[in-house]
């Protein structure tokens, strides 16, 4: 990993395109501005997690739920309207 | 939240879902003998279909966020949320493999308001909630 120190005010370039400017330093966060053609998408990595993860759980092999649903019962959880 | 979805009610996602941006449309529905499980599907055929369980099956004291963008998408107020009497209902996409550990994302839960019939998914930044989250020991999908 490249590790590059920069101060509020100051940016860096990627690829000769995109600029990433460090807006404002907060105690802990970083306000930062992106500069990028159009297209470039920019997404937070927390959007690449979920949509992976999305990926991952679409369209699950066929097969018993029996025991998944039995396991989470038996977690505690009541059918609607049933008494604990 | 409402104590039940109602089987086969559809609802509308303005934004989709991570990674199916293209879907709009999904089919909330339970199957008989599989509470508390329920099917998030596609209204189209060839689109995703997913398994998931309402977050406070997993976390009795669950703390949904709606920021101001999600909250819009599904005409509710933004806040902090705990299951009990909120009016929308919050579910994990699991993810299951056969043969291996289910996991249950709680950072990312499906949030569908039965009022409006809209949905979206929404990310819980900055809540230590993880993207994959062990399911109880002994629940398995096969």
Redesign the interface.
């Known amino acids: 990993m490249l590790v590059i120190r920069r101060r509020a005010g100051e940016a860096l370039v990627l690829d000769g395109s995109i600029e990433v400017q460090i807006l404002e330093i907060a105690a802990n966060r970083v306000k930062i501005g992106i500069i990028a053609p159009p297209a470039v998408p920019v997404v ?1 990595k ?2 690449v ?13 066929a ?13 505690g ?1 009541c ?3 049933s008494t604990p | 939240m409402p ?2 979805p109602p089987p086969g009610e559809l609802f509308h996602f303005p934004s989709g ?4 941006e293209q879907h709009h449309d999904f089919i909330l529905s339970r199957r008989a ?5 329920v099917f998030l599907d596609s209204r189209h055929g060839q689109g ?4 998931a ?2 977050v406070e ?1 997993l976390d009795p004291h669950y703390l949904l966020r709606l920021d101001e963008a999600a909250a819009a998408e599904l005409l509710l107020s933004p806040g902090a949320y705990t299951a009990a009497g909120s009016r929308f209902l919050a579910f994990a ?6 043969n291996e550990p ?1 996991t249950a ?1 709680l ?2 839960p499906v949030v569908l308001n039965p009022a409006s019939g809209t949905g979206a ?1 929404v ?1 819980q ?1 900055d809540s230590g909630y993880p ?2 989250h062990p ?2 020991e ?5």
Do not use: H
């Not at chain 1, 097969?63 to 977690?75: D, N, P, Q, T, V």
């Not at chain 2, 995703?48 to 398994?51: A, L």
């Not at chain 2, 996409?93 to 056969?98: D, S």
């Open positions: 937070r927390e959007v997690l979920a949509r992976e993860q999305n990926r991952a759980a679409a369209n699950p092999a097969g018993s739920l029996e025991s998944l649903a039995r396991g989470l019962r038996e977690a959880w059918s609607p309207g | 104590d039940s879902l991570p990674g199916f003998g599989l509470d508390p499980l995703p279909g997913f398994i369980v309402p099956v996409l699991l993810t299951c493999i056969p289910p994302n950072f990312a998914q990310l930044l993207v994959v399911v109880r002994g629940a398995s999908c096969s």
